[in-house]
Structures are given as C-alpha cells and as structure tokens.
C-alpha cells in the first residue's frame, strides 16, 4: 500500500484503489505512527497526542481506532493472523511500510541525497511537485502535527533552495525567475532565496533587474530585521556589477534554513532546549544534527567545527537516546578532523574529540569503536588543559566519565571523574556541568553500597537544579530515591515489596515523558526483576513487558519461571555478553544467576571472571536508579557452579 501525507492524509491500495480510513481520529492515528518514521509510539503517547484532555475510556477508543484502521489496510487479513503493516509492538504501536511507499519518507531521503549527490536534482523536483498541500493538512488542532507541519514545512523551502541552486550551477536556471520570485515574495526573510533569485535574473540576461533584487533584499534585511547582508550577497553584488558570472547563490555563513550560523545559533537554541527535556529534547537533537549538516555544506571547516562541538550538553547514560543520529554526529566530527589535521586549532579539535567521545555511547559500542572513542575523550582532556580552557575539559572529563564501563567494577575510577567534573564545575561557574558531576558522583556511591552519600549528591543535584531550572534532574534523582525503597525492603522491619514497586512506577511515570528513550526503555521492568531477586521471586512475566535492550540477558529467567529449562538453556547460550555500560554487572550477574540454575558451568565460569572485580558493587545500582543486590550473592553462585579451581581468594 502507500501513504501519502503532504496534504491531507490518505491511502492507496497496491492496486491504486483508496483505503478508506475512516473518521478524523482515525487519520491522525495513522499520520501519527507515520511521523514516528517506523518507530514504536506508545499507548500513552498516542492517548495524549490524540486528546488534550483524555476521556475515561481513551485507551479502549485508541484500541478500536488501530482495529479499524487494520482492517482498512489490510482488508484480506485473517481475523487471527498478526497485522505486517500497523504492528502492536511493546506498549505501543508502529507503522510498517517501506519509505519508499510514504510520500513524507520518500521526500525527505530525496532531499538527503540530493544534498550529498547533486545528480539526484531531478528526483528532488518530483519529490516537490508531489506536495499537495500543508504536510497532515487535515489534522487540526494537534500539537505534534503542527511541530511536524513546521519542520516539513523548513525541509521543504530547503529542497526548493537547494534545486535551485543546483540547476544555476549547471548552467541552468533562467526558468527559475518565475518560481524564486514567488519564493522570496512568500518568505522574504530568507537571505539565501534572494540570492538564487538575483542569479536567476542574472542567468535570463536581466542585470538591472538582479542588482535591483539585491537592492530590495539589503533594504528589507536591515529595515525588518535590522541585519546587514552577509558576505555571500555582498559578493554576488560585486560580480554582477562587474559583468561576472555569479558563482555562489548564498552565504556560506547561512544554513538552508534561513538561521545564521553565529552568536544566534541554531545549536545554542538545540542547546537550551535540551536542557529542557521532554519533546524539546527530542527537537533539539534534531535541529542540531541539521545545523551540523548545514555547516557541513558551506564547507567553512573552522564553522563546522564550531557547530559541532557547540552542543556540549551534559551526558548522564550511556545508552544513545538516538543511536543513528550519534552516529551520524560523530561521522561528521571525525570528517572535521581529518579536514582540519594536525594542525588545526587546539580548541576546535579537543571540542570535535570531546563530541566523538560523549557521542560514541559505550553500550552501542563494539571494541575497536570503544578503544578509539577512550582515546578520543583522552586527547581532548590533554588538549583541554594545554589550553586552560575549563569549558572544553568540562566537556572531555564528560567523554571520560562515558567511556569509563569498560568492566565491571570501576565505580571507583568513575567517582574520582565526577569529582574532577564537580571540583572544575564549581571552580568556574559551570552549573550544567556541576550537575553533572553530583550525578556521576550518586551512581559511583550507588555502587558502592553508600546510600547516605548518593543520597547527600542526590540532594545536592536538586538544589541546582532548581536554580538552572533542569527538571530532568528531579527525574532520575526519583528513580534513585526509589531504588533506596527497593533496597531497603530486603531489610528487616523495611518498606514492603509492593511499596518498593509503587515507588518504581511513580518514578517509571515521571521518566516516560522525558524525551530519554535509551535510559528509558527496558528499566521499569528491569526494575522490578531486581526487585523480585531481592525477595528470592521469579521474574515477572507478564507478555506485556518491554524489556527493551536488556531482553536477551532476562528471556532465561522468564523462560525458567515458566518451567522451560531447555528453551532457558537455549536463550542462555545465545547471550551475547553483556554491553559496556551502566547494566553491565546486572547482566552479568542475571547471566550468573541463570548459569547456576541450568547447572552451565561454562556459562558461570564467564560471569564469575567477569564479576570479580566487582565484588564489593551493588548489582544494577550503577545507574543510580535499580538494584538487584550485592554482586557478591550472584558472585558466589557462579563460583559454586562452576567448580573449585574458579574462585579467587
């Protein structure tokens, strides 16, 4: 089937015939799932985007909504048979469809490519003759569709820009006149339209009507805006005048998006807003990977630099939020670097190092990925203070703290970097960042066993956060105060288990909306395994849970407590060992915990190798937010199983 959005939404069977979609809720179910671009949304979310104000029974009208809309895309479905194409996955929804059968999917890669492969101009020309209209036009009154209409909206006015400038620089374009004038009448802000629009005149033997173009663009730029022309006009003034032919159709110190790459950054507002949480997390991570891409295109490498290692937002986990768009950053700082060598400067590098070292999380790591992201955050702490400049080495001390999980028990080791990070913070007024080192410093005594200190760093986090106004402090400090519940609840005369779980859900409520997928998903039930193993329980097993990442290390236990020792056995053997990161002794010691029950001394002779340098840990609590108690219980379980000659004195 296809979808198509850019304009009111609406379906296509494979055989050209419409779906029907039924009511206006219906349309919006699918054009949300279609903006998530494939991934899960949650119930919840899909609850709260849909109503303002939820009604009594709004997850039952969702569910009858998705049946509906099932059985519109999929008319020759059995009752019985799973949907391929609107998918129930985890505690939520998604679309499966190629991107190429989603017009706003197909625009968007037609605009990426056309941006690395000029050649692709032609497809990009189609890709915008086939917008109808405002992208989701007939879903009103919804914020994430307007947040959505808004970027398309941007990604379009780059597209148009960008085919543009492309058919001038072939030698095409006089065409164009008719098509830019329009453009720059409707948005008369954006400097570099005005640009293509004088080139268009100029290219269809118009001189006086291009350097009248460029008269108009100054006279509105400093009257409206009060801005003078950047560079990129000034010069296209120039050559005009001179009878040259004009090469450049804007300022290389302008993005597509008509934003100044400057002291009015796009990058320092992505900054601020991550700051935020929530959907303005999410958006900023957006808006600087373009602001990197635009910098990338004016090919300015000292520019580049800068936008890059601009964005240096505290980092606390170290599990990507948005693992291809890490990607993608580091690609780009590590192609910054080798542009600007050796030589480059000391600033600009230990910022584009510090970024590959915080962006490069261990968790989605493999070894080589690793050892070379260590050295990165390295290089950048010794060039950091070659320069005396505590910003940047605030920073680099962030890529260290990151890439400090490289075995289990180094809590220790990790303590000391928030100490530095905290010591610096305060030294020199950096608030964020002595944020950041309290809550480093609360997950290495969260390890260690010490509550009252976590707890002390905890409090301490709080009080800052209340004066930076960072409510995602008081987020994760929550979590911590109800991993010290669950903890406590193994004690005699303690909290029961079942105030230790309503604890986890309160703090399970607050993280869901925090715009944090990779701290979020998976921990709530994580959570509650620890939980459980606090109090000699099974797993809870419920088909409901997601256990996100940490599925393959849990699916033995669950598969156990479901009396299914060689299915268990089998999903044991197929584990891979556990990612280096925050969960990494907890995967260990379920791994050891597994081992000891199906008698796998193989299996627990690996945990136990593993896990010994950990011995004085608190399994999990190096998140500072869960624990599954002391790494020596599971330690010594693995020890046993696995025979004499593996144990240590």
Same mark, same amino acid.
């Given at each position: 089937m296809r979808i198509d959005a850019l304009g009111a939404v609406r379906a296509f069977h494979d055989d050209g015939s419409p779906v029907v979609l039924g009511g206006p809720r219906h349309r919006e179910v699918l054009a949300r799932l279609v903006a998530a671009e494939g991934r899960m949304v949650t119930t919840d979310t899909l609850v709260d985007d849909l109503w303002a104000d939820p009604p009594a029974r709004a997850v039952g009208a969702l569910r009858t909504f998705v049946a509906a809309l099932r059985r519109a895309v999929e008319p020759g479905r059995p009752p019985r048979d799973p949907s391929r194409v609107l998918v129930t996955e985890g505690p939520g929804y998604a679309l499966r469809l190629p991107r190429e059968d989603v017009d706003v999917h197909r625009f968007e890669d037609t605009l990426a490519r056309t941006r690395h492969s000029p050649d692709a101009v032609t497809a990009l020309g189609s890709a915008l003759a086939a917008w109808r209209g405002p992208a989701y036009a007939d879903v009103t009154g919804s914020v994430w569709a307007e947040r959505e209409r808004a970027r398309l909206e941007e990604l379009r006015l780059e597209g148009v820009e960008l085919r543009a400038r492309i058919l001038l620089d072939s030698g095409e374009g006089a065409a164009l006149v008719a098509e830019l004038g329009a453009h720059v009448a409707e948005h008369p802000w954006r400097e570099p339209a005005w640009g293509l629009l004088a080139r268009a005149l100029h290219r269809a033997g118009r001189r006086a009507d291009a350097l009248a173009t460029l008269r108009r663009a100054r006279a509105m730029l400093v009257g409206q805006l009060g801005l003078d022309p950047g560079a990129g006009l000034r010069r296209l003034e120039t050559d005009i005048l001179n009878g040259h032919e004009p090469l450049e159709a804007a300022p290389a110190s302008w993005t597509g998006h008509g934003v100044r790459l400057g002291p009015r950054t796009t990058v320092d507002l992505a900054r601020t807003l991550a700051l935020a949480g929530g959907e303005a997390l999410v958006h900023s991570r957006r808006d600087r990977l373009a602001a990197v891409r635009a910098a990338e295109r004016t090919g300015d490498l000292a520019l580049t630099a800068r936008i890059i290692g601009a964005y240096d937002v505290p980092a606390i986990w170290s599990r990507a939020d948005d693992p291809e768009q890490s990607r993608a950053v580091v690609a780009a700082a590590e192609r910054t670097l080798a542009a600007l060598g050796p030589d480059g400067p000391a600033v600009l590098v230990a910022r584009l190092l510090a970024t590959v070292a915080v962006e490069s999380r261990s968790a989605d790591l493999s070894l080589p990925e690793l050892e070379r992201a260590q050295q990165a955050a390295r290089r950048a702490g010794t060039l950091a203070r070659e320069q005396a400049d505590p910003a940047v080495l605030a920073f680099a001390l962030n890529g260290v703290f990151l890439q400090s999980f490289t075995r289990p028990g180094l809590a220790p080791v990790r303590d000391g970097t928030g100490a530095e990070i905290l010591a610096l913070a305060t030294r020199h007024g950096l608030p964020d960042f002595a944020v950041l080192g309290r809550l480093v410093r609360l997950q290495s005594a969260s390890a260690l066993g010490d509550l009252e200190a976590a707890a002390s760093h905890a409090d301490a986090a709080e009080q800052l956060a209340a004066t930076t106004e960072a409510p995602l402090v008081p987020v994760l400090t929550r979590w911590f105060r109800a991993r010290v519940t669950a903890a406590r609840s193994a004690e005699p005369g303690g909290p029961t288990a079942a105030e230790a779980a309503a604890h986890y859900r309160a703090a399970e409520d607050a993280l869901r909306t925090a715009g944090m997928p990779g701290l979020h998903r998976g921990l709530f039930p994580l959570a509650l395994l620890g939980l459980r193993l606090l109090h000699d329980r099974p797993p809870p097993t419920g088909p409901? /849970?997601?256990?996100? &990442?940490?599925?393959?290390? !849990?699916?033995? /236990?669950? +598969?156990?407590?479901?009396? =299914?020792?060689?299915?268990? =056995?089998?999903? +044991?053997?197929? *584990? &891979?060992? &556990? &990612? =280096?990161?925050?969960?990494?002794?907890? +995967?260990?010691? %379920?791994?050891?915990?597994?081992?000891?029950? %199906?008698?796998?001394?193989?299996? *627990?002779?690996?945990?136990?190798? $593993? /896990? =010994?340098?950990?011995? $004085?840990?608190?399994?999990?609590?190096?998140?500072?937010?869960?624990? %599954?108690?002391? !790494?020596?219980?599971? /330690?010594?379980?693995?020890?046993?199983?696995?025979?004499?000659?593996?144990?240590?004195?």
């Open positions: 409901h /849970l997601d256990w996100g &990442p940490y599925g393959p290390w !849990v699916r033995p /236990l669950v +598969l156990l407590a479901r009396d =299914r020792s060689e299915e268990a =056995r089998a999903a +044991l053997a197929a *584990a &891979p060992e &556990p &990612p =280096r990161d925050h969960m990494q002794e907890a +995967l260990w010691c %379920l791994t050891a915990h597994a081992a000891a029950r %199906l008698g796998e001394r193989g299996t *627990a002779a690996r945990a136990a190798a $593993a /896990l =010994r340098g950990a011995r $004085a840990e608190d399994a999990g609590a190096a998140s500072g937010m869960l624990t %599954l108690g002391p !790494v020596a219980r599971y /330690l010594a379980e693995a020890e046993a199983c696995a025979g004499p000659h593996t144990s240590t004195p």
